[in-house]
Structures are given as C-alpha cells and as structure tokens.
C-alpha cells in the first residue's frame, strides 16, 4: 500500500463489508438521524407500534404501572388481576408489572399520563392514595381522571373498631368523652380522610396520629395500648381484627357502607351485621344526617370505598382496543371460576367493566365545590394540612 493510499481519510475509504460507500454513507445518515428523533421526541419512534385494533392482542405485552410499592394491598390487586386480565384477553399477551412508589402513588401516575402509549398496551392502576390528591387539587397532581379511560373497577370496604381497654364497648362510647380515643393513621390526605370525615360526622371526641407506615402497624399500635381507633378494609378484617374481637381485646363498631346505584349508603354485604356510619349517626343523634359533612362523607365513600381500585388507558387509546379489554375484563368478571379464586384478593367485591363503567366511575370522581370546600377547611381547621 502507497503512503498516498494509507494517509487518505478514513470517510472516503471503500468499506471493507463490501457494501457501496454511498449506500453506507446513506445507512449511517438513517441511524442518525433515528438516534436523534427518538432523543427528541422519545424511545417509542423505534418501538414496532402495537397491533390492538384487530381484537387480537397476541404478541404484545400488558404493561401495568402500579403507582405504589411493592407487598400492598393495591400491588398484590393489582398483579393478581393484571396475571387474569393478560389471560382472558384474545391472543393473551404478556403481562409486565412495573412498581413506580413515590408521593403516595402521585409520581408514577404523573409518570404515566406523560408518557404512556395510547394503544392499549400500557395500563395504569389507580387507588385512592392517588385519587384522593386529585379531588383535592394538591399541587403536585399533574393528571386528571377525567382525562384517562377506565378498563375495570373494584370496590372494597372497611370497618371500624376500636380498643375496648380504652373504654369502648358501643358507638355511645365514641361521644361525650372526657378524653378523646386516638385514632392512628398514615396521612389525613389519603384513604384516611373518609375515616376523618365520618368522625366530623358523627360527632366523635377522637384525636388523630399521623405517619404510621401502614394500617398494618396501626393494628400493631393499637394491640400495644398506643392508639384506641382503627380501621382495616375488607380483606384486611379477617387476619387483622376478627381475632382481636373474638378475644375481646378490640370491639367492632360500624362499617363505612357502600353507595348503590341510586346513591344510597347501604350495609356492606361482607358485614351485614354491623351498622354503617350513617345508622350510627342516627343512633346517636336521632335523625338522618345531612349537609356538608354528610355529602362530603358520601362523596368519599363512593370514590374511596365504592370504586377504590380501577385500571386505566390513556384517553387517545383507540376505541377497539379499550373494547377488548374492557369485554375482557367482563367476560372474566363474569367467570364463576374467577369469581371463585378471586374471593380473597377481591374481597368478594365485583370486577365492574361493562359500558355503563365509563359514567359510573365519573360520577363518582365527581365532587361538588361544596364538598371540597368543606374537606379543605376541615384539613385546615382541625389536622393543619394547607393545600395549596
């Protein structure tokens, strides 16, 4: 080889490969050009664009955001009912769980609505945590439910009791007090706040402690004299508190209730035997609630308890592709042997996922100015929580 030959730059060498230099140079300017948009505008330019319009979502993936940590109650839903949704879905994709914890699931749901793909591959899972922040209009809150479309949705319960060392036998014994009971709870902001309202409600001479890790240390608390009230949903009830009240140490004293279709606050079919917190009002004050702080209480029970979890897809999600999974999801709902396994995560509550979803779950998620004005001022008021 000359000198003249070895000196010659590099871009103007024929390559090795065999390949024409111009189509090689045509090649590289391809990938620079694809390195560059998906670096502008993001990974899903080079991502194959899923096929879920046809009714067939074989070889995709089930991408579902769980906005909160591993182990909970809202992440073992939330992979049990994914693992079944992926199965009964026509071509039964994959399924890929993806904990993203973080601002009591505010992070990972901000994450979700700006950067998932509308085409029915990516799902996110809402709770109350969630939910809650978004009805109050917390700063940190940058998505809107009015703006995602629900797949399904799963309703809980949940049942007060309280410590009987601390003087508690009745719901007689919750008002009137020469000193309040003390209720342990995480944050007066999230699933919290419906137990706050309905001890505004009904009168009760309680103090709240925040910061528990959990309901679970909160029921530890409370079996160590450290709190008096507590509250533990459907699934939790049994492990939980059923053998508390069998010992005597802790006495059941009123479910929350549910909200039918007509907005009525009904007896919880998991415990048909204990009053709600609206006939406990009525025992204690000898009339029906109303006003504020009882609309405030239905408001939340329904978007808390009613519907506390759902899954969602972006709004621009084709319209086939959420029929899919929304059909899915009832099909499977409707599945004696599904209804069967589910019992215990599900807490023998129903999967809702039939086209009257999209409005039920709305007017839910829809509270009153009126209601949230009363919800701030008692967060100001009597817990110190300023909103922003």
């Given at each position: 080889?000359?000198?003249e030959t070895s000196q010659?730059?590099?871009?103007?060498?024929?390559?090795?490969?065999?390949?024409?230099?111009?189509?090689?140079?045509?090649?590289?300017?391809?990938?620079?050009?694809?390195?560059?948009?998906?670096?502008?505008?993001?990974?899903?330019?080079?991502?194959?664009?899923?096929?879920?319009?046809?009714?067939?979502?074989?070889?995709?993936?089930?991408?579902?955001?769980?906005?909160?940590?591993?182990?909970?109650?809202?992440?073992?839903?939330?992979?049990?009912?994914?693992?079944?949704?992926?199965?009964?879905?026509?071509?039964?994709?994959?399924?890929?769980?993806?904990?993203?914890?973080?601002?009591?699931?505010?992070?990972?749901?901000?994450?979700?609505?700006?950067?998932?793909?509308?085409?029915?591959?990516?799902?996110?899972?809402?709770?109350?945590?969630?939910?809650?922040?978004?009805?109050?209009?917390?700063?940190?809150?940058?998505?809107?439910?009015?703006?995602?479309?629900?797949?399904?949705?799963?309703?809980?319960?949940?049942?007060?009791?309280?410590?009987?060392?601390?003087?508690?036998?009745?719901?007689?014994?919750?008002?009137?007090?020469?000193?309040?009971?003390?209720?342990?709870?995480?944050?007066?902001?999230?699933?919290?706040?419906?137990?706050?309202?309905?001890?505004?409600?009904?009168?009760?001479?309680?103090?709240?402690?925040?910061?528990?890790?959990?309901?679970?240390?909160?029921?530890?608390?409370?079996?160590?004299?450290?709190?008096?009230?507590?509250?533990?949903?459907?699934?939790?009830?049994?492990?939980?508190?059923?053998?508390?009240?069998?010992?005597?140490?802790?006495?059941?004293?009123?479910?929350?209730?549910?909200?039918?279709?007509?907005?009525?606050?009904?007896?919880?079919?998991?415990?048909?035997?204990?009053?709600t917190v609206v006939e406990?009002?009525?025992?204690?004050?000898?009339?029906?609630?109303?006003?504020?702080?009882?609309?405030?209480?239905?408001?939340?029970?329904?978007?808390?308890?009613?519907?506390?979890?759902?899954?969602?897809?972006?709004?621009?999600?084709?319209?086939?592709?959420?029929?899919?999974?929304?059909?899915?999801?009832?099909?499977?709902?409707?599945?004696?042997?599904?209804?069967?396994?589910?019992?215990?995560?599900?807490?023998?509550?129903?999967?809702?996922?039939?086209?009257?979803?999209?409005?039920?779950?709305?007017?839910?998620?829809?509270?009153?100015?009126?209601?949230?004005?009363?919800?701030?001022?008692?967060?100001?008021?009597?817990?110190?929580?300023?909103?922003?």
């Open positions: 080889m000359s000198t010659r730059p590099i871009a103007d060498a024929a390559p090795t490969s065999g390949v024409p230099r111009r189509t090689a140079l045509i090649i590289m300017a391809v990938f620079v050009v694809l390195a560059v948009a998906a670096t502008t505008f993001g990974s899903d330019l080079l991502r194959r664009a899923a096929a879920t319009t046809d009714g067939d979502f074989a070889g995709e993936t089930l991408e579902v955001l769980i906005p909160l940590a591993e182990g909970g109650g809202t992440d073992t839903w939330a992979r049990y009912v994914g693992t079944e949704l992926s199965h009964a879905v026509p071509g039964q994709p994959g399924f890929a769980p993806v904990n993203e914890p973080g601002g009591e699931g505010i992070a990972g749901t901000n994450d979700f609505v700006a950067s998932a793909r509308a085409d029915g591959t990516e799902i996110l899972v809402s709770t109350a945590s969630s939910v809650v922040p978004w009805v109050l209009g917390r700063s940190e809150v940058q998505y809107d439910f009015d703006q995602l479309t629900p797949v399904l949705a799963n309703g809980s319960g949940g049942v007060i009791y309280a410590r009987t060392a601390a003087g508690v036998s009745s719901v007689e014994d919750l008002v009137d007090r020469d000193t309040p009971l003390r209720f342990g709870g995480i944050s007066a902001t999230g699933l919290d706040l419906t137990t706050l309202v309905a001890f505004d409600l009904l009168g009760a001479d309680v103090e709240s402690i925040f910061g528990f890790e959990g309901r679970g240390p909160v029921n530890l608390a409370l079996q160590r004299g450290e709190v008096d009230l507590d509250y533990q949903t459907t699934s939790a009830y049994g492990p939980a508190v059923a053998p508390l009240a069998e010992a005597g140490t802790a006495v059941p004293l009123m479910s929350m209730g549910q909200v039918n279709d007509e907005g009525e606050i009904v007896r919880d079919p998991n415990f048909p035997d204990l009053p406990v009002y009525e025992q204690l004050h000898g009339k029906a609630p109303s006003g504020p702080a009882f609309e405030a209480y239905r408001s939340l029970l329904a978007l808390t308890y009613t519907w506390q979890k759902a899954m969602w897809v972006p709004q621009q999600t084709p319209d086939a592709a959420v029929q899919t999974l929304r059909r899915s999801a009832h099909e499977m709902a409707q599945d004696p042997e599904f209804t069967e396994a589910a019992a215990e995560v599900l807490g023998g509550y129903p999967i809702i996922a039939d086209d009257d979803l999209p409005a039920l779950v709305h007017d839910a998620y829809t509270v009153e100015p009126d209601v949230r004005d009363y919800v701030v001022e008692l967060l100001v008021s009597d817990y110190d929580v300023q909103l922003d």
